[in-house]
């Protein structure tokens, strides 16, 4: 049986990655996350993307958010505001827990993906989830009105209002590729990038030292997060239009052109494919929005379908 890889940030990532869990067995898909927006807060390790993932894939997940718990509350973040602490980057009560736990096991000397891996256990999950390093790797946005701003900064604190100018993401020249996530792709036969947003939750990844190496080896497809001229969240169309470039699925393959074989792109960027093909990939138009677990499930079953073409 065919093996996977997928590579994947937070709420586009977690989507396509628990539909393609939900397909295939433990030993025939492992998830590669991005931890380039990990921080601490209070003292407390926080990986944003790795706890978006694992959530969704638990069936935990906040469904209207897509990040945090379902039925969370939120008793230590409100006691904290009544005496008078205003956090910007809020977490609900499980969440928090879950934060605490990596913290304590983390500080008991095991590294992220060991720490992942026990956190995934407890929470059910079979399927392996491993960070992109386990080295801290610090995304910072160069923004034109407030200068150089953390990522969190950027992202929650001030809801991506901001002008991107440039992404810097420091850490990642000296950043080793997880061990787990090196034997991860070398026994894979296909990667796929999930709809995620390319500077903010892919590029980290790709950026690794060796990353591109080693997926040059193996049968890369990518999935759009921009269908038609929009993101579904976030703020990926807006960093295309202040990069200059007009927000399209194209504009996405174009990104990742060096090291694609196939892209997924939605049915309303269908007019793009024959520039996609002038680019030597193969490009395959679908319904890709994924608004509930069977949506999920059904672009999983023509992401796999269409990968193992190759
Ligand atoms: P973040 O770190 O939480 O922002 O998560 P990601 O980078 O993984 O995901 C953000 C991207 O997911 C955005 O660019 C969205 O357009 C994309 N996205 C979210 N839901 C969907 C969906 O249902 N279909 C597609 N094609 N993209 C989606």
Redesign the pocket.
């Known amino acids: 049986m065919a093996k996977f890889v997928a590579l994947?940030?937070?709420?586009?990532?977690?989507?396509?990655a628990t539909g393609l869990s939900k397909l295939l067995k433990p030993d025939e898909l492992k998830i590669i996350v991005?931890t380039s927006?990990d921080f601490t807060q209070y003292g407390v390790n926080i990986s944003?993307?790795l706890d978006?993932v694992c959530y969704s894939i638990a069936g935990v997940s906040d469904p209207i958010n897509?990040?945090g718990r379902e039925n969370d509350t939120h008793n230590c973040f409100s006691e904290l505001k009544s005496i008078g602490e205003t956090p910007w980057f809020v977490q609900g009560d499980k969440d928090l827990a879950y934060s605490l736990e990596r913290t304590r096991l983390t500080d008991a000397g095991l590294n992220l993906s060991q720490v992942t891996k026990i956190l995934c256990s407890r929470i059910g999950i079979a399927h392996e989830i491993i960070p992109m390093s386990d080295e801290r790797v610090s995304t910072k946005i160069v923004t034109k009105e407030l200068g150089v701003i953390p990522f969190q900064e950027y992202?929650v604190r001030y809801k991506c209002q901001p002008t991107l100018s440039e992404v810097i993401y420091n850490g990642l020249d000296s950043a080793g590729i997880a061990d787990a996530a090196i034997n991860a792709i070398n026994g894979a036969d296909f990667i796929i990038i999930?709809?995620?947003?390319p500077w903010?939750?892919?590029f980290p990844i790709l950026g690794l030292h060796g990353m591109k190496e080693l997926l040059a080896q193996k049968t890369v497809i990518a999935?759009?997060?921009?269908?038609g001229s929009?993101?579904?969240?976030?703020?990926?169309?807006k960093i295309f239009i202040e990069k200059g470039i007009k927000p399209c699925a194209s504009a996405v393959a174009f990104l990742y052109k060096d090291i694609l074989k196939g892209f997924v792109l939605?049915l309303q960027n269908i007019t793009e494919t024959e520039l996609i093909r002038s680019w030597g990939i193969i490009p395959f138009a679908t319904d890709?929005?994924?608004?509930n677990i069977d949506?999920?499930k059904r672009?999983a079953a023509e992401v796999i379908d269409f990968a193992t073409q190759f």
Request: proline share 9%; with cysteine.
């Open positions: 994947a940030g937070g709420i586009g990532g977690a989507k396509l991005n927006d944003p993307d978006s897509g990040w992202f999930c709809p995620s947003n903010l939750s892919i999935v759009s997060p921009i269908i929009i993101a579904v969240k976030g703020p990926a169309a939605d890709t929005l994924m608004q949506g999920k672009l």
